[in-house]
């Protein structure tokens, strides 16, 4: 999954940074993305409807058994988030920054022509959100904890883990208009440009107490166990300071939902925040300043064609034919083994399990794609990966 500065799926990863998006620009262009998706009456997505869900409990529920909701967790005293506290809040940030390649993969699987300039701003999130795992699991390792990723990986559909953006469903899609809007912006969504309804934490509320909390108990840090890799345009080296701890997590809350600095600051580099790169492609123009603001009026970002991947229900496709079943678990297998190496790196396999676990993430695309050309018998759309632990 890490370790390398090419595409892990085989095409050569362009290198790339990010742009500098403004406190000013994420109030503008939030104003431009509807609460409802105007686009659902025309959208291709066989599944229909909103990604969003009513009545999950207000903290959700947390990661797995054992890792506690992140609105528990932010409900604890500071003075008592210690050693302890920071060790279990790793543990959710483990899974919750797990659970957004899943979705991620699908949406960039299912676009046919890599070369576009929607292909290439998903895959640049894919190796940001590889690079946000391999930061939280090296601060795990800091303070004596162990990633226990298996166990992490979230069921689709379902909600973050955590309880993270209380009412959003998360699920598994090819590419479409309204997958853009309901899943992959709802998951990178900055508190700053939204009006928020609901009273759960957001990634930045967890990332900052976060960030806090390292800088108030000021554990010792062990480099023992620690990685070092090349993902994508971002060098994952091990954490040794409070200064380190820092400098990794504001990256990690930039590249998702963007800088809450003054309009006199900026970011390090030139790409927007995920949740704006997503916002180009569901607007179908990139982000621009105008006489107002910022506004979707930029360079055109044509809407790609995409393999028409349906909606993965809730435990599973049923019946599948044998074909698609081999292909299924021949998918699931790979997702175990690289779930399973991931965790071993960080238990003293190091970089050997590391690479084993670049390899069977490559591994993946391969069914994954033929699974996205098959059509569902008696139903709209296609096949696609389930993203299940065998």
């Known amino acids: 999954m890490t370790g390398t500065t090419e595409d892990p799926h085989g095409a050569a990863a362009e290198p790339l940074g990010r742009r500098t998006f403004l406190a000013s620009a994420a109030l503008a262009a939030a104003a431009q993305v509807p609460a409802a998706d105007p686009a659902r009456a025309a959208d291709p997505d066989p599944a229909g409807g909103p990604g969003q869900t009513g009545g999950l409990p207000e903290c ?50 299912s676009v046919r022509d890599r070369r576009s300039e929607t292909a290439r701003l998903i895959r640049r999130v894919i190796g940001d959100e590889m690079y946000h795992l391999g930061v939280v699991c090296n601060l795990l390792v800091a303070v004596g904890g162990r990633p226990r990723i298996r166990e992490a990986a979230p069921t689709y559909p379902g909600p973050l883990p955590g309880g993270v953006r209380g009412g959003l469903k ?70 040794k300071t409070l200064d380190d701890v820092e400098r990794c997590l504001e990256i990690v809350k930039e590249q998702g939902e963007g800088t809450e600095s003054s309009p006199a600051d900026s970011f390090q580099d030139d790409h927007p925040a995920h949740y704006y790169a997503f916002a180009e492609i569901y607007h179908g123009r990139q982000l621009r300043p105008d006489a107002r603001g910022w506004s979707f009026t930029g360079a055109s970002v044509p809407f790609p064609d995409a393999r028409p991947m349906a909606r993965v229900p809730a435990g599973g496709w049923p019946h599948p034919a044998q074909r698609v079943r081999q292909l299924l678990d021949r998918f699931d297998d790979t997702y175990a083994t690289v779930l399973d190496k991931l965790e071993a790196a960080w238990s003293g396999g190091g970089q050997s399990a590391m690479g084993a676990a670049v390899h069977a993430m490559r591994a993946m695309e391969e069914p994954a794609v033929e699974l996205m050309e098959i059509t569902i018998p008696d139903a709209p759309g296609n096949y696609g990966p389930q993203f299940r632990r065998p």
Request: charged fraction near 20%.
């Open 60 to 109: 959700g529920p947390p990661a797995r058994p054992g890792c506690r909701s992140v609105a528990g967790l932010l409900a604890v005293p500071r003075a008592d988030r210690g050693v302890a506290w920071l060790r279990q809040a790793l543990e959710a940030a483990v899974a919750l920054e797990l659970a957004t390649l899943p979705p991620y993969l699908c949406a960039w699987w």
């Open 170 to 239: 998360v699920y598994l899609s090819g590419l479409t208009r309204t997958f853009v809007h309901d899943v992959m912006m709802a998951i990178e969504a900055p508190d700053t440009p939204l009006a928020r309804t609901d009273r759960s934490p957001s990634i930045g509320d967890f990332y900052g107490d976060l960030g806090k909390a390292f800088r108030e108990a000021a554990p010792e840090l062990s480099a023992r166990g620690q990685l070092s890799s090349r993902i994508g345009s971002d060098e994952l080296t091990p954490v």
